[in-house]
């Protein structure tokens, strides 16, 4: 897959939905269409940022140099639009984020943008806005079994699967028949091949299990199987979708070893 990168400074807005679902994911995804887009593109193992000219006489090493070494600080970029309490809540440890921003609180509508965090220069874009649907009556910070809202916060992404056959993932995927969503979706369309792929978010799920795993470590009643599937052309119960093609970039995209995140809400919740 070829990858190129995104043009510095380029705005995103992200947004996730997550819900319950036939055997343990939400039912019901997002038809929106997608105009072409970049593929995705790890920048995460390129050196830091340029420094500021050295003065005559003076050391160009940033440790060194007192004002170089703020020259450096001010360029490490971290994800716009996120305020400090969401910031916060991204581990150390991430080098991925999925970043989903609602359209609005109640909407069911949401775009999806890639993020990789270099060391030296923070996080950095690596691919265009993507379409997206998450839950019937948009997000919520207190999600509960049956409310028909995505859980808004940060949650890692560590399992995966699917009714089709892995596309190349590193997460552990779970390749199974019984991923099946059967039905209609709220806007009465077929919800067949929902769950052809999946990415279980952790929330109120076990890390290291399957998505179809049922123990919730929350209660039954704060919900779960709140997943990254198929679009299906509505809203789901709590989940959020992605084109089919989406599903399979973002599959192959991410990388356990980076530690990836999900950051989703609606953008007043995400500003916090």
């Keep these: 897959m070829s990858l190129r990168r995104l043009p510095r400074g380029a705005l995103v807005a992200t947004a996730l939905v997550t819900g319950g679902l036939v055997l343990s994911g939400c039912s019901g995804f ?9 593929t995705v593109e790890d920048n995460s193992g390129h050196g830091g940022p340029p420094g500021a000219a050295a003065r005559p006489g003076a050391s160009a090493t940033p440790a060194a ?8 600080e001010l360029q490490v970029k971290e994800i716009p639009a996120l305020g400090p309490h969401t910031l916060k809540r ?10 989903v921003t609602g359209e609005a609180a109640d909407s069911s509508h949401s775009t999806v943008v890639l993020y990789v965090r270099d060391p030296a220069r923070g ?13 019937l009556r948009g997000w919520t910070e ?19 699967g699917g009714r089709k056959a892995d596309p190349g993932t590193r997460l552990p995927y779970d390749h199974r028949s019984e991923f099946v969503a059967a039905g209609n979706g ?4 077929s919800l067949a091949g929902a769950f052809d792929y999946v990415v279980a978010i952790n ?8 998505p179809l795993d049922w123990s919730r470590p929350m209660g039954a009643n704060r919900g779960g199987g709140v997943w990254i599937h198929v679009d299906h052309g509505g809203p789901t119960h709590g989940c959020v979708s992605l084109p089919e093609d989406r599903m399979k970039e973002l599959l192959r995209w991410l990388d356990p070893s980076k530690e990836p995140v999900v950051v989703m809400g ?6 916090k």
């Design 65 to 72: 140099d007192p004002q170089l070494r703020r020259a450096a």
């Design 90 to 99: 991204i581990p150390e440890s991430a080098r991925q984020a999925v970043v």
């Design 203 to 210: 929330y109120n799920h076990t890390p290291g299990r399957t």
């Design 123 to 135: 996080w950095e874009p690596v691919s265009d806005p993507w379409a997206s649907r998450n839950a």
């Design 142 to 160: 207190d999600h509960h079994l049956g409310d028909l809202h995505s859980p808004a916060g940060v949650f890692g992404l560590t399992d995966a």
């Design 186 to 189: 709220f806007e009465g369309e």
């Design 30 to 38: 997002p038809g929106h269409a997608t105009a072409p887009a970049r």
């Design 266 to 271: 609606d953008a007043s919740m995400l500003g």
